[in-house]
């Protein structure tokens, strides 16, 4: 089986600084400490996890951003996946998710026939839910969302249970497909020693747009109608402060006035 996961390098938003927009409303990611996307970890785990049950398969990781997101595919890598790619090419920059699925898609009709493609939900750094979606769209693929759980795989359908708003549902699609994982699913296994030693100094492949049959004009800000009209910077501050006395009645009454307020 051929499985493809689709995964993203994102700033770590935890580590959001003054300079993480540039003035044109896109990404600083130059100026940003970044992490493996944490849904797309989770994807490539369930990815690994049909690996291991379907015997002979390979998982391929694909990523689009500048160079250094090499770095999360040889992280795929030293935790069991087989190869992977960098799209990278200053056309794709300010792609929003229309322009990004668009490459992404080409990206995978190159490698041929795939079976199987998964990526997370969404990421942190956009949390919009659509490259996943369009990307299946643009393939003309079923999909199923919202993963959380793998039930069964077989070389002809796989069966996922998908989290709901108020509950789950078991369902079925036929292969190839694409299936979006969300953070209700397991963790990602640990790197291997073994795999670290043997991968840490490969080099990671770079395809350019040149390398995949695209449309220039539906790549980066070119292809994007999605634009940035304004950015603030909101700073949270209190108003106004309560001293208490470190006593029983103190906290209960404090207590009693956030629910009155329907603060809690």
């Keep these: 089986m051929k499985i493809v996961v689709l995964a993203k390098q994102v700033p770590d938003t935890h580590n959001v600084t003054a300079d993480a927009m540039n003035a044109d409303g896109t990404v600083n990611r130059a100026a940003l400490p970044t992490v493996f996307n944490p849904e797309d970890l989770q994807a490539l785990e369930m990815a690994l996890t049909v690996k291991d049950q379907m015997p002979g398969s390979t998982v391929t990781v694909i990523t689009m951003g500048p160079p ?34 668009y490459a992404i898609s080409q990206a995978v009709a190159s490698l041929g026939s795939v079976d199987l493609i998964f990526c997370g939900r969404q990421a942190i750094d956009g949390d919009t839910a659509q490259v996943g979606p369009q990307v299946a769209e643009k393939l003309e693929l079923p999909q199923i969302t ?8 077989s ?110």
């Design 155 to 264: 070389d002809k359908a796989i069966t996922i249970r998908r989290r709901l708003e108020h509950g789950t549902e078991q369902v079925q699609a036929q292969l190839p497909a694409l299936v979006t994982v969300t953070s209700a699913a397991p963790e990602c296994r640990y790197p291997h020693a073994h795999r670290l030693l043997r991968y840490a100094k490969e080099e990671v492949p770079v395809r350019t747009a040149d390398d995949i049959s695209v449309d220039i004009e539906r790549l980066g800000m070119k292809g994007s109608p999605t634009k940035v009209k304004k950015i603030e910077n909101v700073v949270l501050a209190h108003k106004e402060s309560v001293t208490l006395d470190a006593t029983a009645e103190a906290l209960d009454g404090l207590s009693r006035g956030l629910i009155e307020e329907h603060i809690l």
């Design 146 to 153: 919202y993963a959380e759980e793998l039930v069964a795989v």
């Design 68 to 101: 250094r997101a090499a770095e999360i595919v040889k992280d795929a890598r030293f935790r069991g996946a087989d190869d992977g790619f960098v799209l990278s090419d200053m056309r794709f920059a300010g792609a929003d998710t229309l322009a990004t699925s």
